[in-house]
């Protein structure tokens, strides 16, 4: 069955400390990838996504994610964390047309 | 910022009253979505529109209807509230037809079904 998972509900880091947030997939090929950010109160909004091509992907405020063939991951990095960054971050999959498949979310909390 | 309202961006209501919720869209996209956010599900389609009249279920599609009359509006209906509707609802646009779409959110409204 094809699923998209956050193995962590919520994870903390000290401000300035890296941060690195998985997601996992379940498909018989390369699904077209996304990481989002929710802060609180907030729509979503697109950080970096991934079709095809260089493995490692930029996206906006800082953020990178890895795409892991072998592994089926797709991990967001941010080397020094901000205060800002404080939000709730969604890993979403294209399995089908027109069809985004959402992970269930990884909070953060960033402490002084 | 892709040009996307929603109204209304608070509703109360009582369980069993018909609730609509409305979605525009100011750059004539033609694919629109709707979604509901509940802990620990993130966020689940509902109904999505690929064009005026054109529309199709979603992973949660029960209980929910959806209309699309023209380009920029896309209406969420909610037959019967009921308290299991409780929820935040997002309406996404799609700027780029095709799989590898990129899809813009807009703020939400949050919908609490006593």
């Known amino acids: 069955a094809q699923s998209v998972t956050q193995p962590d509900i919520h994870i903390t880091v000290s401000e300035g400390a890296s941060l690195e947030l998985r997601c996992n997939y379940s498909y018989g090929a390369t699904p077209y990838l996304f990481w989002y950010v929710q802060s609180p109160g907030q729509g979503l909004q697109l950080l970096l996504k991934?079709?095809?091509?260089?493995?490692l992907v930029q996206g906006i405020k800082g953020f990178e994610a890895e795409f892991k063939r072998s592994q089926s991951s797709f991990n967001l990095r941010k080397p020094s964390v901000h205060w800002s960054d404080a939000a709730e971050y969604f890993c979403a999959v294209v399995f089908n047309d027109y069809k985004l498949s959402f992970g269930a979310g990884t909070t953060v909390t960033v402490r002084a | 910022d892709a040009g996307i309202t929603q109204s209304p961006r608070h509703k109360v209501t009582e369980t069993g009253t018909p609730v609509t919720l409305r979605c525009h869209q100011t750059?004539?996209?033609?694919?629109m979505y709707w979604y509901r956010q509940d802990p620990g599900h993130g966020l689940r389609l509902i109904h999505y529109s690929y064009g005026v009249k054109d529309t199709d279920k979603g992973e949660v599609s029960d209980g929910y209807s959806v209309s699309r009359s023209k380009t920029e509006d896309f209406l969420l209906t909610l037959e019967s509230a009921t308290s299991s509707q409780t929820s935040v609802y997002f309406c996404?646009?799609?700027?780029?037809?095709?799989?590898?779409?990129?899809?813009?959110f807009g703020p939400g409204t949050r919908l609490l079904v006593l």
């Open positions: 750059e004539n996209h033609r694919y």
């Open positions: 996404a646009i799609s700027v780029a037809g095709g799989i590898q779409e990129t899809q813009y």
């Open positions: 991934y079709f095809s091509g260089d493995t």
